[in-house]
C-alpha cells in the first residue's frame, strides 16, 4: 500500500482509515499539528457505540502534552487541546 497523504488542518476524520491504524495515527497527527502550530483538534471518532471514540479517549490520556480533551457537542467527536513544543 503507498502512503496517503492527509491534510494537517486540525481535524482528523477516522472515518477514513482502518480502525487498527488508531493506536499510531492518533499521536502521529497531533505531533504533526503542534509542529505546525495548531494546538486545538477535532478527531472525528463517530457515535456508534463508542468504541472508537474510547480508543480515541485512551490514547489521549497517555499523551503528556495533551492538556485536556472533552467530547464535542454532537459526541461524534472529541476536542483536544494541545500544548506547544517544548
Known amino acids: 500500500m503507498e502512503p496517503v497523504e492527509y491534510p ?15 493506536h499510531s495515527l492518533v499521536p ?5 499539528c503542534r509542529e505546525k502550530g495548531i494546538y486545538r483538534v ?12 474510547e480508543i480515541v479517549h485512551s490514547i489521549l490520556k497517555k499523551i503528556p502534552w495533551v492538556i485536556d480533551f472533552s467530547l464535542s457537542g454532537s459526541w461524534g467527536s472529541t476536542l483536544a487541546n494541545l500544548s506547544p513544543e517544548d
Do not use: A, C, W
Not at 15 to 22: E, G, R, V
Not at 28 to 32: F, G, Q, R, S, V
Open 8 to 22: 494537517i488542518n486540525g481535524v482528523l476524520d477516522l472515518h477514513q482509515f482502518q480502525p487498527s491504524d488508531t
Open 28 to 32: 502521529e497527527y497531533l505531533e504533526m
Open 42 to 53: 477535532q478527531i472525528i471518532h463517530g457515535k456508534g457505540i463508542g468504541v472508537q471514540r
